[in-house]
C-alpha cells in the first residue's frame, strides 16, 4: 500500500528520496558504442538478434510501407492522432523564434540569427508499449523549426517491424527516414553514423536507462535533448478532491516503470486516506498492475500538509516533471509553481491531457531536473548565431578602449588586433605596452 507520511514529521529528505535503476550499466553501453562505431551495421545486426530477438536485413523502413501503416490505421484512431498533431502543431508554433538586427549607432551593425540543426535524430521506444504520442511531441517541433532532416529510429519486434501506429504517426509528424534500430545500439549509429544510419547533429527522445546512459556518452559529439529518468507525477490536492480521480492520476505515471515517482501532497487526512485505498482498488484492475505497484510500494508517497501553501513549497522542491493542481482556484497557485515541467490547472485536467492531445509537450525533465530544464520545444531544434559590423570609423572609436580591456586580461595579442587597423593620426603610439 502506498506510504501516507506527515510533513511534519518527515524530512524534506526522506520526502524528496526515490528508489531508481542502481545498475552500473556504463561500462556496457561504453562497448556497444565503440562496437557500433568500428563495425557499423554489423555490430548493428548482432545487438538487434541479441536484445530485440529478430534479424534485420534492411534496415532502413520503405516510405511505401510508411504510407501503408498510416492507410491501413484504424480510421478513429488515425482521425486522433491527426488532431492531436494539430494541436501540437498550434502550440509550438508560438515558440517559433526569430533572429534580430540593431543598427542604433552610426556605422554599427550587431544581431541574431536562427538556423535550424541540419540532421536530427529521434528515438522512440518500443519496449513495453508503442509511444506514437512520442513521435508527434518529439518530431513535429523539429519539423515547425525547419530542420531538412529527420531521422526516427525504433527497436523492432520479434517479427523484425516497427508498430504501424508508430509508423502512421512518424508519417503525420513528417519525419524524412525510419531505422529498425533501437537500445544503445541506435544511439551509437546516430551519433556516428554506419553504412545505414546517418549520423546526426542532436538526438533526441526518451528510453530506458541504456539508452540515457548511451545519450550521456555520446554528448558532445552530438547534442542531446535531457538524460531522461523514470517519469513522475505530482499531485497537489485539497479536500474538495475526488480520491478516485487522484488515485487514477497517480497510477497513470505509476505503470510506466517499476521506478516511476508518484506522490500526492494534500492537507486533507481524509483525502489521503481514501486516495490510498483508492489506489488498492483500482491496481486490482490495472492491466499494467506488476509495474504500478512496484512503482507505488517503491517510490509511492501521500503527504500530509498543514494546508496547500506548504504542499507548493515541498513542490518547487520536488520539481516535478507532471504537476497537478487539483484544488480551488488554481490559477491563484501558478505564479508559486517556480519548478515543474508541465503544470496541470484544476480538477479537469488529468496528466494524460498533456501527454496525449493538448498540444503541450510530454517529453519533460525528470529526476527534479525541472530545476533547471524545460520542456521540449523548437528552441531545442535551433542554433542562435550572433553577427557583428563596424565600420572602419567605428572601429578607431573603440579600439583604444578595446585594446586598454585586453592588456588588462594581459592579452597582448587581442590589444594589437584591435589597433592594428587604427590609422587616424591621433594614434601613432606604438603597438607595445
Known amino acids: ?8 514529521q518527515t524530512s524534506l ?5 526515490r528508489t531508481e535503476d542502481q545498475r552500473d550499466i556504463s561500462g556496457i553501453v561504453s562497448r556497444i558504442i565503440e562496437d557500433v562505431r568500428q563495425s557499423g551495421d554489423e555490430a548493428l545486426r548482432r545487438y538487434t538478434k541479441e536484445f530485440d530477438h529478430t534479424e ?12 501503408t501503416a498510416y492507410e491501413t490505421l484504424d480510421p478513429v484512431l488515425r482521425a486522433v492522432l491527426e488532431e492531436a498533431a494539430e494541436n501540437i502543431r498550434a502550440f509550438h508554433q508560438r515558440q517559433v523564434q526569430n533572429g534580430f538586427m540593431i543598427n542604433e549607432k552610426p556605422g554599427i551593425v550587431l544581431g541574431q540569427k536562427v538556423t535550424p540543426i541540419e540532421k536530427v535524430g529521434i528515438y522512440i521506444p518500443g519496449g513495453t508499449a508503442p509511444l506514437p504520442s512520442t513521435v508527434l511531441m518529439d518530431c513535429i517541433p523539429a519539423k515547425i523549426a525547419g530542420c531538412p532532416e529527420i531521422v526516427m529510429v525504433s527497436p523492432p519486434t520479434c517479427k523484425g517491424d516497427i508498430h504501424p501506429a508508430i509508423l502512421a504517426a512518424a508519417h503525420i509528424a513528417g519525419v524524412n527516414r525510419v531505422f529498425r534500430c533501437g537500445g544503445a545500439q541506435a544511439v551509437a549509429a546516430l551519433a556516428y553514423g554506419t553504412e545505414a544510419v546517418p549520423k546526426v547533429d542532436k538526438i533526441v527522445g526518451p528510453g530506458n536507462a541504456f539508452v540515457a546512459e548511451a545519450k550521456r556518452q555520446v554528448f558532445g559529439l552530438v547534442g542531446i535533448d535531457m538524460i531522461a529518468g523514470p517519469s513522475d507525477i505530482l499531485v497537489i490536492a485539497d479536500g ?12 497513470s505515471q505509476a505503470e510506466h516503470d517499476p521506478n516511476a515517482y508518484a506522490v ?13 485505498e483508492e489506489i488498492e482498488c483500482q491496481l486490482a484492475e490495472l492491466p499494467r498492475h506488476e509495474i504500478a505497484r512496484a512503482s507505488i510500494e517503491t517510490n509511492g508517497k501521500i503527504i500530509l500538509t498543514r494546508d496547500i501553501s506548504e504542499a507548493v513549497v515541498i513542490a518547487n522542491a520536488l520539481a516535478p516533471e507532471h504537476l497537478e493542481l487539483c484544488v480551488n482556484h488554481p490559477f491563484d497557485y501558478l505564479s508559486q509553481i517556480k519548478n515543474a515541467g508541465s503544470i496541470f490547472l484544476g480538477r479537469s485536467c488529468p496528466e494524460a491531457l498533456g ?6 509537450n510530454h517529453t519533460l525533465p525528470t529526476n527534479g531536473t525541472a530545476r533547471f530544464s524545460s520542456a521540449l520545444s523548437v528552441e531545442d531544434f535551433v542554433k542562435k548565431s550572433q553577427f557583428i559590423y563596424y565600420s ?18 594581459l592579452l597582448e595579442g587581442h590589444a594589437r588586433s584591435a589597433l592594428i587597423r587604427d590609422i587616424s593620426p591621433a594614434k601613432t ?3 607595445s605596452t
Open 264 to 276: 500526492l501532497i494534500t492537507d486533507s487526512p481524509s483525502l489521503a486516506q481514501a486516495t490510498a
Open 240 to 251: 474538495g478532491s475526488t480520491a478516485k480521480y487522484v488515485a487514477a492520476d497517480l497510477l
Open 355 to 360: 501527454d496525449y492531445f493538448a498540444g503541450t
Open 13 to 17: 529528505a526522506e520526502i524528496l528520496a
Open 429 to 431: 603610439t606604438p603597438l
Open 392 to 409: 572602419r570609423d567605428a572601429l578607431t572609436a573603440a579600439s583604444g578602449k578595446i585594446a586598454a580591456f585586453a592588456r588588462q586580461e
Open 1 to 8: 500500500m502506498i506510504k501516507i507520511l506527515d510533513a511534519e
Open 56 to 67: 534485420i536485413i534492411a534496415f532502413e523502413v520503405p516510405q511505401s510501407q510508411i504510407e
